[in-house]
């Protein structure tokens, strides 16, 4: 059976609702939540696909986020080449980095060599998941609908590409 990893960094617990959210998106295949904290470079090796979430920190993902991945390199490096990534974000407020946070998170998956994917759909007039979930606070209905749908996505990905259908 496929495998998604949900991984993220939460301080105020707003991107821990949103790695719930998008696990319930998930559902059709296997799907752990790990804060960071709790992750081991070989994680990046055992699942099909990773959903990344971060706070926006000055437009980019947590240090430690940014941590894990620098010293997953020796493990995972290349290694997961041809496996699904994907990002969501959540920020202060209108204006904190949420897209550039994104960004950051994308720019990392494809440098180890993930493939990477956002969304066309709108879960609400004006709230897309172009390059990940984000939400401003905590995650309103849309924003969580959002999340969801990215890990419906994500599902069908690994589903149709890393194990066939």
């Given amino acids: 059976m496929a495998k998604v990893l949900i991984l993220y960094d939460s301080a105020t617990g707003n991107t821990k609702k ?3 959210e998008v696990a319930k998106g ?3 295949v296997e799907v752990v939540i790990k804060h960071v904290d709790d992750a081991i470079p070989e994680d990046l090796l055992n699942f099909d696909g990773i959903i990344v979430g971060s706070p926006a920190y000055c437009g980019t993902l947590t240090w430690k986020l940014k941590k894990f991945f620098d ?3 020796s493990v995972a490096w290349g290694k997961v080449k041809g496996k699904i990534g994907a990002a969501f974000s959540s920020s202060g407020g209108l204006g904190g980095g949420n897209e550039a946070t994104l960004y950051s998170i994308l720019t990392v998956l494809m440098n180890y ?3 990477v994917f956002g969304l066309p759909d709108y879960s609400a007039p004006g ?3 172009h390059y990940g ?3 401003v606070g905590y995650p309103k209905e849309a924003e969580q609908k959002a999340c969801r749908m990215l890990g419906r996505q ?3 990905y690994v589903k149709k ?4 259908e």
């Fill in 113 to 115: 060599g993930y493939l």
């Fill in 71 to 73: 010293e997953s390199v």
């Fill in 154 to 156: 994500m599902a069908e």
């Fill in 161 to 164: 590409f890393c194990k066939g």
């Fill in 133 to 135: 979930a984000v939400s």
């Fill in 127 to 129: 709230v897309t998941a």
């Fill in 26 to 28: 998930v559902q059709e």
């Fill in 18 to 20: 949103m790695a719930e």
